[in-house]
Nanobody, 118 residues
Framework: QVQLVESGGGLVQAGGSLRLSCAAS????????MAWYRQAPGKQRDLVAS???????NYVDSVKGRFTISRDNGKNTVYLQMNSLKPEDTAVYYC????????????WGQGTQVTVSS
């Protein structure tokens, strides 16, 4: 069974920075995509950034130039460095890992709150 444990959320003023971490435990196929999603109150959960096991990255336009996703394959850990934070970045941030090995696998973390005050 795969478990994803996020850490690093909190309260920060606008313009500040936070670094989220997500450690995956259990058996994960080596070829996978790890990602961060976020969900603000009353809104759907949306993709923020993703990174493949080959380090190919993808970002939503609203965070390009401010957020950086990275991973440590040896530790099965994904990070999200968030700089120049804005109040509209306030949300619960969820870690996700997807891979295909005979069938699709899709796992979620429990979420970590990020609050940006103006």
């Amino acid at each position: 069974q795969v478990q994803l444990v996020e850490s690093g959320g909190g309260l920060v003023q606008a313009g500040g920075s936070l670094r989220l971490s997500c450690a995956a435990s259990g058996s994960i196929f080596s070829s996978n995509t790890m990602a961060w999603y976020r969900q603000a109150p009353g809104k759907q959960r949306d993709l923020v950034a993703s990174i493949t096991s080959g380090n190919s990255t993808n970002y939503v336009d609203s965070v390009k130039g401010r957020f950086t996703i990275s991973r440590d394959n040896g530790k099965n850990t994904v990070y999200l460095q968030m700089n120049s934070l804005k109040p509209e970045d306030t949300a619960v941030y969820y870690c996700n890992v997807k891979y295909f090995n005979r069938r699709n696998y899709n796992y979620w973390g429990q979420g970590t709150q990020v609050t940006v005050s103006s």
